[in-house]
């Protein structure tokens, strides 16, 4: 799958340290990254363990890369 002109934009804005435009690019895509989480998760996993919750510990993850405090 190719970025729109949209997400490189962003994802360009997102390499220099605009939080603003991650929580853009995350949010635009929030809704389909819920349907892969909870799709690919293991159904054992699912009455321990919310894709909400798994987005959220990715959220953290990627401004922690970014270092984008």
Do not use: Y
Not at 25 to 41: G, P, Y
């Amino acid at each position: 799958m190719q970025n729109s002109p949209e997400d490189d934009e962003l994802i360009a804005r997102v390499m220099q340290g605009d939080r603003d435009a991650l929580a853009q690019l995350f949010s635009m895509h929030r809704d389909r990254l819920w349907r892969m989480v909870t799709f690919r998760m293991d159904p054992r996993l699912h009455g321990r363990v919310d894709a909400d919750d798994v987005l959220q510990e990715a959220w953290l993850a990627a401004v922690q890369r970014f270092q984008l405090h």
